[in-house]
């Protein structure tokens, strides 16, 4: 697990689930996403994240998940990457 910490905002990117179409990347309005080698969804700008939530409304696996106001990241943007085998 990965954590990205800015503000309150929490980005889970499920690696089980993900089967690296690409589409959160393509619909994101604020390129906060990105496809690295293998296709691994990366997290690269989540400063720019407006919440609008369209990546894990369009994730056809549901392996990605937007929420805020988490108590525990109150102070900071979190990117969490979940690694299940
Ligand atoms: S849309 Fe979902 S399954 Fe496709 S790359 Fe993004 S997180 Fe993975
Ligand atoms: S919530 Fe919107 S801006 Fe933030 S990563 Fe998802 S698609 Fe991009």
Redesign the pocket.
């Known amino acids: 697990m990965r954590n990205i910490r800015n503000n309150d905002l929490v980005i889970t990117?499920n690696e089980k689930?993900?089967?690296?179409?690409?589409?959160?990347?393509e619909f994101c309005p604020r390129t906060v996403l990105t496809?690295g080698t293998l296709g691994r969804?990366e997290v690269a700008n989540i400063e720019s994240c407006n919440v609008c939530r369209l990546?894990e409304l369009?994730?056809?696996?549901m392996?990605?998940i937007v929420t805020e106001g988490d108590s525990q990241n109150a102070k900071g943007k979190s990117c969490k990457v979940m690694k299940q085998s």
């Open positions: 990117i689930w993900c089967k690296s179409c690409g589409i959160c990347v496809q969804i990546c369009r994730c056809p696996e392996a990605i």
